[in-house]
């Protein structure tokens, strides 16, 4: 190899190696400033793990667990402090009168999931396990109706008080995954109701990423690793209809907290 060639080759394996060093270094940086402050979980069951198990007896009906993904993220990255205020079942006036007492100038990251249960999410889902497929739609129609013109003034005013009592916080908004894998062979609900469910999952993540865009958050989408994952997949990150324990229906397993959202969040944060 000509001196000049060799030359330029060296030069770029030593450029590409920088690069992957400023990518990593980059990153470990991204960690490290996530983790100099504290860390504070608020939001629905979604966050606070229900249908994972191993729930925090102190944190009583709200089921906290250790196997979600706030409690993996503070186990792995060891913030400063860690607050996880999530509760099963609730609302964006739920988080706003209960969950945000950690909140504070040194708080340098948020995590929430909240909306579903704005939108009757348990109604929702309930009607469409018993009742017919038009019924099932039409309860659907009325819970986007919801997500267009009431749900995007109450996440508004739950963002804002976020931003308010943590002025430094870097928030991230995980959305709600997709709960069918379609055009599987697969028992319970018909493929009209699961291609229902699935859209309205959508259309309620649409308008919470936009309304967190809106205030600066950064909204972590979790279809993408649940993708593959869904009811009917065969390897499903969700319960289905659970009868022995109806709350924990449709709700991520370990493994969906984990597999799921646990890598949106260490992505986004």
């Not at 060093?21 to 979604?46: E, I, M, P």
């Not at 999410?121 to 017919?132: G, I, N, R």
């Not at 229902?196 to 809106?214: S, V, Y």
């Amino acid at each position: 190899m000509r001196r000049s060639r060799l030359v330029a080759y060296i030069g770029s394996l030593l450029l590409a190696a920088g690069l992957t060093l400023t990518g990593a270094a980059s990153a470990q940086a991204s960690d490290q400033r996530a983790a100099a402050g504290g860390y504070v979980a608020l939001g629905d069951s979604y966050s606070s793990g229900v249908g994972a198990g191993s729930y925090i007896d102190s944190s009583g009906s709200c089921q906290r667990s250790t196997k979600a993904y706030p409690y993996l993220w503070n186990a792995a990255h060891s913030p400063s402090s860690f607050a996880f205020t999530a509760c099963s079942g609730a609302t964006t006036d739920d988080v706003l009168a209960d969950q945000l007492g950690p909140l504070n100038s040194s708080t340098s990251l948020v995590s929430i999931s909240v909306g579903g249960n704005d939108a009757g999410f348990a109604d929702v889902m309930t009607t469409c396990v018993l009742q017919s497929d038009s019924t099932c739609l039409s309860r659907i129609d009325t819970a986007k109706a919801y997500v267009d013109n009431t749900l995007p003034g109450k996440l508004d005013r739950l963002y804002s008080t976020i931003r308010s009592k943590a002025p430094s916080a870097h928030v991230v908004v995980l959305g709600y995954p997709r709960f069918y894998l379609l055009g599987q062979t697969c028992l319970g609900l018909s493929e009209t109701k699961r291609s229902a469910i699935n859209g309205a999952a959508d259309h309620l993540d649409a308008t919470i990423a936009k309304i967190a865009a809106n205030h600066g958050f950064t909204f972590g989408d979790v279809r993408t690793t649940f993708s593959g994952h869904e009811i009917c997949s065969g390897s499903s990150w969700l319960h289905s209809v659970d009868w022995l324990n109806l709350g924990q229906s449709y709700h991520p397993t370990a493994a969906g907290q984990s597999g799921g959202y646990l890598p949106v969040l260490d992505a986004a944060a």
